[in-house]
């Protein structure tokens, strides 16, 4: 069994700092003045900056909801009391977002009855495909928690939770608001509801991250993999939640901020995190599918792109063809190729609308051309679209596989099982990656 590095950032955590952190940091979401706030989103606000914010504010604000439905098996799956009494305080915090964010709403904003429900009715239409992803999956490791209170599936639920949506997601949105909000001085009272709100998250985080360090140094080579196929599984979604579902990227330019900043912001998030943990070099590289050499800023203009052209998000428009973009397609199927497949083999995907590339195995890693190999060890064909469609979890394979839409032929061994290609995270304990395992193979 390997051992994994201590963390310096968790270990100076402790379970009976962070309650006793709550205790000191309360606030009340029902005594924010909202009065100014009503002036500046009539008066001082432009259409642009109202229709934006009342966007992103939305996303945030059902983001709110939903982490205070799903977090009470969390609370009985916890292994020690300490851990118990943290995650209860953390629930109350998330009814008091959503309450400060049903108040904004109704009183500055004027939507909904003042009821959480109306609230949450009221702006529901603003939510994203990403969006609504990330939190059905939340929601579905939630329920499998309730039943299973391993500590396997308590490590995939805390990464879910607070590591991915706390920590990657909502944090440096948040912040990117707060900034906004700093810079022009609008909205006084949702500023000062932020950032408690901040402060609450900060240890929600926190928590997170010594939870998983701690199951992680336990034992690194079953909980590694755990937490990194999490990540991976979620990778889709995450990238996708702040993207409007037409497509408009400029959507946040009115308030200073864009996309791709946030994207940058998430990984580089994301990165400190895994860090924090104490996550090996290995693995952290393997959690995230791009190329960890480059900038967090480049891996942001990489991301929008693959949004922009149809490869990664909701597909509400046609995917590119543009070989700049199928140059970048290419490279990102590379990384969902495990490395440490034996030497010689190759992997080929066929698409039939731009033509086939193969990835093969040399001593000195992997390596990919265009064209088709003469004997690929494992072939996948289908259209482009159909591919990026079952990528992001928009199509089935196995109907598409009936309708003779998509083939998966070769060695079958190395499509799943101990030997996969498409996986392990650790050579002791192998996974499958989510792209293939959504193959139905
Ligand atoms: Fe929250
Ligand atoms: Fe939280």
């Known amino acids: 069994m390997s051992t994994a590095a201590k963390s310096h950032a968790t270990q ?11 205790e000191r940091g309360h606030w009340l979401a029902n005594e924010i003045d909202f009065t100014q706030d009503r002036i500046d989103w009539r008066e001082r606000l432009t259409d642009e900056q109202r229709h934006a914010a009342l966007w992103f504010m939305s996303l945030f604000f059902h983001g709110e909801d939903e982490v205070a439905d799903d977090l ?5 799956a916890a292994p020690t009391e300490e851990q118990t009494y943290f995650l209860t305080t953390q629930q109350v915090d998330e009814a008091r977002h959503s309450v400060f964010f049903t108040r904004f709403m109704h009183e500055v904003v004027g939507l909904g009855d003042g009821t959480v429900g109306s609230g949450l009715e009221a702006t529901k239409l603003h939510l994203t495909w990403g969006h609504k992803k990330t939190f059905e999956n939340l929601a579905k490791v939630a329920d499998e928690l309730r039943h299973d209170r391993s500590k396997q599936k308590y490590a995939e639920a805390i990464t879910n939770y607070m590591i991915i949506v706390e920590g990657t997601m909502a944090q440096p949105g948040q912040h990117l608001i707060e900034s906004w909000l700093e810079r022009t001085g609008l909205l006084p009272g949702f500023f000062e509801g932020l950032k408690h709100v901040a402060n609450d998250e900060q240890r929600h985080i926190a928590f997170g991250m010594k939870t998983v360090a701690d199951l992680y140094q336990e034992d690194p080579d079953e909980i590694g993999p755990i937490i990194v196929d999490a990540i991976r599984k979620s990778g889709t979604f995450l990238v996708s939640f702040a993207y409007p579902d037409d497509g408009d990227s400029t959507y946040l330019d009115s308030l200073g901020i864009s996309l791709t900043d946030l994207y940058a912001d998430s990984m580089r998030a994301l990165m400190s995190r895994l860090r924090g943990i104490g996550l090996s070099d290995e693995l952290r590289a393997k959690a995230l599918t791009l190329d960890t050499s480059i900038s967090f800023e480049e891996q942001g203009v990489r991301v929008m792109r693959l949004l922009d052209a149809g490869y990664l998000g909701p597909g509400f428009r046609p995917t590119s063809k543009d070989p700049e973009d199928l140059e970048l397609l290419w490279e990102m199927l590379s990384y969902i190729i495990n490395a440490n497949a034996k030497v010689g083999t190759v992997v080929q995907f066929e698409f039939s609308d731009v033509g086939a590339h193969h990835y093969s195995q040399t001593p000195d890693g992997l390596v990919y051309s265009a064209g088709a190999h003469p004997s690929p060890s494992v ?10 469609a079952i990528v992001n979890e928009r199509s089935n394979p196995v109907k598409l596989m009936l309708q003779r839409k998509f083939w998966v032929s070769g060695d079958r061994g190395l499509v799943v099982g101990q030997r996969s290609v498409f996986g392990p995270a650790t050579e002791a304990a192998p996974r499958r990656i989510p792209v293939l395992s959504r193959f139905g193979l």
């Open 379 to 388: 072939s996948i064909k289908s259209s482009l679209d159909d591919f990026v």
């Open 72 to 76: 009470s098996p969390y609370v009985t």
């Open 12 to 22: 100076s955590i402790s379970y009976a700092d962070l309650y006793a952190r709550w």
